[in-house]
């Protein structure tokens, strides 16, 4: 069974930095594409980065050049390196796998963690 445990949330002022880590256990680590994920309140979750099995990048457009993804396959985590960091970057963030579905990236497991909540305020 799956198991994504997200950390290193937290208050932090604009214009500053937090390192988020996922540690994953219950599957092949290095078999999927990781995403973090976050959730404000009173909106959809939403993709904001994925990496591939090769160490391939994606990011939402509104993180793109201030946030960086990379994962450790050895230790089975994720992280999310979040630089000038802004109020609307506020959020729960979550990591899954990730999946393409016809078009869309999607979610891979129906289990979540219970994410890490980030605050951006001054």
């Known amino acids: 069974q799956v198991q994504l445990v997200e950390s290193g949330g937290g208050l932090v002022e604009p214009g500053g930095s937090l390192r988020l880590s996922c540690a994953a256990s219950g599957i092949i680590f290095s078999r999927y594409r990781m995403g973090w994920y976050r959730q404000a309140p009173g909106k959809q979750r939403e993709l904001v980065a994925s990496?591939?099995?090769?160490?391939?990048?994606n990011y939402a457009t509104s993180v793109k050049g201030r946030f960086t993804i990379s994962r450790d396959n050895a230790k089975n985590t994720v992280y999310l390196q979040m630089n000038i960091l802004r109020p609307e970057d506020t959020a729960v963030y979550y990591c899954?796998?990730?999946?393409?579905?016809?078009?869309?990236?999607?979610?891979?497991?129906?289990?979540w963690g219970q994410g890490t909540q980030v605050t951006v305020s001054s």
């Open positions: 990496i591939g099995t090769g160490g391939s990048t």
């Open positions: 899954n796998a990730i999946r393409l579905y016809g078009s869309a990236w999607s979610p891979e497991f129906d289990s």
